[in-house]
């Protein structure tokens, strides 16, 4: 089923086109990544460690490299990768995340890991995005382009795959803002939508189904709309970037799930992730425990000029001061998308 304004709409709102049977255009298929059905039940920090151990064993004999960042997910998966190669992200322009910088490095010299930074800045993604597009059938999230940088830098150090962690967050509650109280049905969904379609489409399509598939009264269940939905956006972006460089990757989070339900008391109360918190300790015992550190994408400092699309299918005289970044990403990657496949005369 081929509808446009469904797509674009769908696009802003979630980060991807929720229906698997709809695209943009004729000829071109996006495909959504859906969560492993089969999972390893996990109670404690040293049943997610022996967890993880065993999905390493099953990597023998392949040359493997990990996406390290600052953050507790990655470092802890350096503790079964010793003498790995590991990718950490630099932004060139400035000192973007420093911190950062320097807690990977200590996370890579303590399990003996060769660092590599894969720097970036607009110049260096900028030829990475038609690829990603091309290859999802579909505008992109803004991690997908400079992943493909990282995983073309890994290919050519010989790396055939790339070890993440993105699903640490959702599986053990990482995503603290999102999980900071009970919402009400309206609340949650003006929350989680990305980019109101309404506010930059000319034709924009009501997509808040997906939220009332998850209705309570005047409540919703948004833990499951996380774990259905937020799931099969960030799982399709790894997969597109790596795919679209001929690596595998793996995430030996991806297949674990908590036996018990998430304590939403301790996340609240400056806990997020209290499982893996426990396991990071013991894997660094003489180190803090860091704060939540998402994957540096300065789409801030891309875009802080930009003036806006001017496509027929964007409102016109969009005033971008009130669009952040990110929204600001979806908006030139979806204008992108559209003239690389429906050029306007």
């Not at 991807?16 to 492993?36: C, M, Q, S, V, W």
């Not at 795959?161 to 309206?186: H, T």
Request: charge should be negative; proline fraction near 5%.
């Amino acid at each position: 089923m081929i509808d446009k304004n469904f797509c674009m709409s769908s696009y802003f709102a979630f980060r991807y086109i929720e229906r698997d049977d709809t695209d943009f255009f004729a000829g071109l298929h996006h495909r959504n990544i859906k969560p492993a059905k089969e999972k390893i039940k996990v109670t404690t920090a040293d049943d997610i460690d022996a967890a993880i151990a065993k999905n390493f064993s099953t990597l023998h004999g392949k040359k493997l490299g990990l996406m390290l960042s600052g953050g507790m997910d990655s470092a802890i998966l350096a503790s079964y990768m010793r003498g790995a190669d590991a990718y950490t992200f630099r932004f060139l322009d400035g000192t973007f995340q420093s911190d950062e910088l320097k807690r990977a490095e200590y996370y890579a010299e303590t399990y003996g890991l060769k660092l590599h930074y894969v720097d970036i800045n607009w110049q260096k993604i900028e030829p990475y995005i038609d690829p990603v597009l091309k290859n999802k059938c579909a505008p992109v999230h803004s991690i997908e382009p400079q992943l493909l940088v990282a995983a073309e830098q890994a290919k050519a150090d010989g790396v055939e795959m790339l070890i993440v962690g993105e699903s640490s967050d959702l599986i053990f509650g990482g995503m603290d803002k999102l999980l900071a109280q009970d919402w009400s049905f309206d609340d949650f969904a003006k929350r989680y939508t990305f980019t109101e379609p309404a506010d930059v489409l000319e034709n924009p399509v009501d997509v808040s189904y997906l939220f009332e598939r998850y209705r309570q009264g005047d409540k919703i269940n948004f833990l499951q709309f996380m774990d259905d939905v937020f799931s099969i956006e960030s799982s399709s972006s790894y997969l597109n970037a790596f795919e679209t460089a001929g690596i595998n990757y793996f995430d030996p989070y991806a297949n674990l799930e908590m036996s018990e339900p998430l304590d939403l008391h301790r996340v609240r109360n400056g806990e997020p992730k209290y499982l893996i918190r426990d396991l990071f300790a013991k894997k660094y015992p003489d180190f803090p425990v860091p704060d939540k550190v998402p994957m540096p994408r300065p789409v801030d400092f891309y875009f802080a000029d930009w003036k806006g699309p001017t496509r027929h299918e964007f409102k016109r005289d969009l005033d971008m001061k009130k669009f952040t970044g990110n929204q600001k990403w979806q908006i030139y990657c979806l204008e992108r998308f559209l003239n690389l496949f429906e050029p306007e005369a």
